[in-house]
């Protein structure tokens, strides 16, 4: 949509029915599912990217800001979270006595933390010497360190607990807040402060927004149409071929499917083997179920985490690859009870993510996916007031690991690449793809990385520097200076 706003004549070749990869809708029956994102946070970077077409986000989709956003139950402990700093101290206080100050400063450090290392993921990292750029400098002692994201939390939190009410959130990164680095506690601050948001009829609507304005600029969608092989004049793509044996021409190529499934299939004499892809480090993956109910649980949260028995060792087991935990955390959506559009009336649909292990040691899914499915029913309904669940659900979807790799996701890693330092930035995928000339990335395998907002940064550093390539230099849309600075003050 920005190269399109810009002039280019831009050509979209999916091999979908409908656009969205990942955040797609899921049809099924009378209910509409997102397919995975169900948080947006930094709601400010998808209104930069509209506002540079001059266009506001509002005029294509419906927001709701949650309040609260999130309940959390570690067994019999449950605590709401809010952007409200007040109402947050409140349920903190009443949940871990003692603990609000703790609160306060993890805030009020991370408003600094977060305007410092903001500016450093919104250009691109082709050189060595990006480190050297003055804001790079300044985040420095945020970034090059050893520490995790749960080393972070323990300088502020006592109870294990309340530190995973500020780390679960490195599952948009796919990681375990242990192993990921330290700067992402940027993540939960970032919802803590500015808030999470429904999108109705679900946030595929984003992607469905985003389509329409597209179209709106003249850009043209090839739906159903499978990109085979790009063909090179020395160290440029020259054409496309498709599954249907057609060919296209292009001056510049975006590519957007997923990293290292794209790497190994689609570039021709120039494919990376599955083997050294293999050699990087992933994320892990996901078990969805998508239930459709013929009743609404009103007294059920919107957002809702079970965390593991033993949290640390669940993710362990995620981590290794290897085993499926027995003891999983949880995350149930029943957006019903806010958007009265993803089912027929009286009726409603629940989204339940349980992340799980990537595919790279084949488990074996097809053999035990009923018990596992029972499994997971089973602590659902001993841990919320779902207790008749089991006889409400009239439609079923689910994807397992394999499922997504069927999907054409690397070893079914969901949210791509992992997110470790060597990964990061210069170490990770260039938008300019090395090697190329007018190759260009975009999505969760380049920079910045994984995640809605991630994304969408990703595509306007590689729209910015397909300009530049022609002489264009851009000025960015740049609401977020101004919200986090105020955070800050
Ligand atoms: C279960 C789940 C939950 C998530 N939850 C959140 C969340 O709450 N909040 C958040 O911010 N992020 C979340 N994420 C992460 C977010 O969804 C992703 O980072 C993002 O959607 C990835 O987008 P992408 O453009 O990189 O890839 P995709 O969306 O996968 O896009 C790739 C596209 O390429 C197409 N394609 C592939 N191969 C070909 C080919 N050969 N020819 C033509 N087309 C092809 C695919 O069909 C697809 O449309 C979640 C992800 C998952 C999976």
Redesign the pocket.
């Known amino acids: 949509m920005l190269l399109a706003h810009r002039g280019y004549d831009v050509t979209i070749?999916?091999?979908?029915s409908v656009?969205?990869?990942?955040?797609?809708p899921i049809q099924a029956g009378p209910y509409t599912f997102?397919?995975?994102?169900?948080?947006?946070?930094?709601k400010f970077t998808l209104d930069e990217v509209f506002a540079e077409t001059g266009r506001k986000t509002e005029d294509y989709m419906e927001f709701v800001k949650l309040d609260p956003m999130t309940t959390l139950t570690w067994g019999d402990v449950s605590m709401e979270t809010s952007f409200n700093q007040e109402t947050m101290t409140q349920n903190i206080e009443k949940a871990f006595p003692g603990e609000a100050a703790n609160y306060e400063r993890f805030m009020s450090d991370h408003a600094k933390k977060l305007e410092t290392i903001f500016p450093c993921l919104l250009t691109p990292y082709h050189k060595i010497s990006s480190y050297f750029k003055s804001k790079m400098i300044k985040a420095l002692p945020y970034v090059a360190t050893k520490k995790s994201v749960m080393d972070v939390l323990s300088e502020y939190f006592d109870d294990e607990r309340l530190k995973l009410a500020f780390t679960f959130q490195a599952?948009?990164l796919?990681m375990s807040p242990w192993n990921c680095p330290a700067l992402f506690s940027i993540l939960s601050y970032i919802e803590y402060a500015h808030g999470i948001y429904h999108v109705q009829g679900g946030?595929s609507n984003i992607?469905m927004g985003m389509a329409k304005v597209f179209e709106e600029e003249d850009g043209n969608f090839m739906f159903d149409?499978?990109?085979?092989e790009i063909t090179y004049h020395g160290k440029k793509a020259a054409t496309v071929l498709?599954?249907d044996g057609t060919s296209m021409k292009c001056d510049d190529l975006i590519v957007?499917?997923?990293?290292a499934?794209?790497r190994s299939?689609?570039f021709g004499e120039k494919n990376e083997p599955p083997e050294s892809l293999l050699k990087k480090k992933y994320s892990c993956s996901?078990y969805?179920l998508y239930l459709g109910l013929d009743t609404i649980y009103e007294d059920e949260p919107h957002h809702h985490v079970l965390f593991a028995d033993d949290y640390h060792q669940n993710l362990r087991d995620i981590q290794d690859e290897k085993i499926v935990s027995a003891d999983a955390s949880i995350y149930i959506r029943n957006s019903s009870i806010t958007d009265p559009t993803v089912a027929p009336k009286g009726h409603s649909q629940l989204y339940i993510?349980v992340p799980t292990i990537n595919t790279r040691n084949q488990h074996p899914w097809e053999d035990d996916q009923d018990a596992y499915e029972e499994k997971i029913l089973d602590r659902i309904i001993e841990n919320t007031g779902m207790k008749d669940l089991r006889d409400h659900i009239v439609k079923k979807r689910c994807?397992t690991p394999q499922g997504?790799e069927e999907?054409?996701?690397f070893i079914g890693a969901?949210?791509?690449l992992a997110h470790t330092m060597d990964q990061m930035l210069y170490f990770r995928p260039r938008n300019r793809l090395n090697g190329f000339e007018n190759i260009y990335l975009?999505?969760?395998?380049t920079h910045p990385?994984?995640?809605?907002?991630?994304?969408y940064e990703?595509a306007r550093i590689s729209a910015n520097l397909i300009c530049e390539s022609h002489g264009i230099q851009r000025d960015r849309v740049d609401f977020a200076s101004a919200i986090l600075s105020s955070a800050n003050s």
């Open positions: 070749v999916e091999k979908a656009p969205g990869g990942r955040n797609a997102d397919t995975g994102p169900t948080f947006l946070h930094q599952k948009y796919g946030l992607s149409t499978e990109v085979k498709l599954a957007n499917a997923d990293y499934h794209a299939t689609i996901t969805m993510l994807i997504w999907a054409n996701i969901t949210f791509n975009v999505g969760g395998g990385g994984s995640g809605l907002p991630t994304i990703s």
